[in-house]
């Protein structure tokens, strides 16, 4: 039978089985003899299972090199303490979405919802190891901080939120949950007894947030070039000169936004200025520096495998933060390329990049939308690239 046999026998059977080899030992010709004999007797399964409990005997008393039945169970335990660790900030990760330091109640609420949840078979989560691992994710929390803050009774302004949340949440269904922050707020006190003290705007906007309840928006232009007037910026090499004479003298670079039914999605492309030909591309669901790079790292790899020589090259782009990431800027420095950025507010100082966006936009984008999501929209997008 297959499986471990530490679980199909019980040790104290084990520790007989073992004594009992000893005590007939010499009574028979070999030790595989003895060992089939016990077997026989104790009706265990085959004489091997013996011998692997006498070597493992032998072990623990010293005669014999190997790990120990005790530090066999201390690496389990350390495996499985490590594997919940893991797990606990797996999780804390996901939850705080990347808070530098969440409010104490918001950790709190994360250990109440998993406290004794055990992942697969492993360690179950308690009060004591969440503590520790969110300590280390740079949530601090004590055990006795937990446990004072579930004893403590509500303050004032609690208990006049958890009367205010499900004001809040009938007015903004009964208007078909197009009301914003304002109109639910005017709403509430046009309906509020005249002995009761008024509602503060500032207060429905922050209950709002935290009830995941948000107004309707008109559609409007999404901005995608966000600067950070702090970072140093490469001068303009091009100054709307979007002529080279050869390829891989001038290469344009910009992203996009498209809409879909699950969220916004960007698209990042790399053009060569001389050929117009689109060289790198990618579509992500944030606006990241990880976009852009990606894009212009399929464009040296598309120039580096049909063995063109890079030296000279301009990348041209806008002053976006991830064009001016340092991540982006030294890939462009590992490949010799030279940055360069536009003039600030002037749609022409990224004219062929806006162009082809604008072709992407047109020809691709609009008449097939709606979009599902970021998968067809990359499928999609490449097929139009080719």
């Not at 009830?211 to 928006?217: D, E, I, P, R």
């Not at 100082?349 to 999501?373: C, H, M, Q």
Request: with cysteine.
């Amino acid at each position: 039978m297959a499986g471990s046999t530490s679980k199909r026998y019980p040790a104290e059977l084990r520790e007989r089985a073992v004594r009992m080899v000893a005590e007939i030992r010499a009574d028979h010709e070999s030790g595989w003899a003895a060992r089939g004999k016990v077997a026989e007797l104790l009706g265990i399964g085959t004489p091997e299972t013996v011998r692997t409990w006498c070597r493992q005997a032998e072990v623990d008393a010293g005669k014999r090199p190997g790990v120990t039945t005790e530090e066999s169970a201390e690496l389990k335990r350390e495996n499985a303490e490590f594997k919940r660790a893991n797990a606990i900030l797996k999780s804390a990760s996901v939850f705080f979405g990347g808070r530098a330091r969440p409010a104490t109640a918001l950790i709190v609420r994360y250990i109440d919802e998993h406290v004794g949840v055990r992942d697969g078979d492993g360690l179950r989560w308690g009060v004591e190891s969440i503590c520790a691992q969110l300590t280390e994710l740079g949530c601090k929390i004590a055990p006795a901080t937990y446990y004072e803050h579930r004893s403590r009774k509500p303050t004032a302004r609690e208990q006049r939120d958890g009367e205010l949340k499900p004001k809040i949440a009938a007015v903004h269904a009964a208007n078909y949950g197009v009301y914003g922050a304002r109109k639910v707020w005017l709403t509430l006190n046009r309906a509020r007894p005249v002995d009761t003290p008024p509602i503060a705007r500032c207060t429905v906007e922050r209950l709002m947030s935290e009830l995941g309840l948000a107004g309707a928006v008109r559609g409007k232009v999404k901005r995608t070039t966000i600067s950070d007037p702090r970072a140093p910026k490469p001068h303009d090499l091009v100054e709307r000169n979007f002529a080279p004479l050869a390829p891989d003298r001038l290469w344009e670079a910009d992203f996009t936004y498209c809409s879909t039914w699950s969220g916004w999605c960007y698209t990042a492309f790399v053009i060569d200025a001389y050929a117009r030909r689109i060289l790198g591309w990618s579509v992500a669901t944030t606006m990241t520096s990880q976009l852009v790079l990606d894009g212009v790292e399929q464009a040296i790899w598309t120039r580096h495998r049909e063995g063109k020589d890079l030296a000279g090259l301009t990348a041209h782009h806008d002053h976006g933060s991830q064009y001016l990431s340092v991540a982006y800027s030294e890939r462009l420095d590992d490949a010799g390329i030279k940055p360069s950025t536009g003039a600030v507010g002037s749609s022409y100082g990224n004219a062929l990049a806006e162009s082809v966006i604008g072709l992407y936009k047109t020809e691709l984008v609009k008449p097939r939308r709606p979009w599902k999501g970021f998968e067809d929209l990359e499928v999609a997008t490449a097929e139009w690239v080719d």
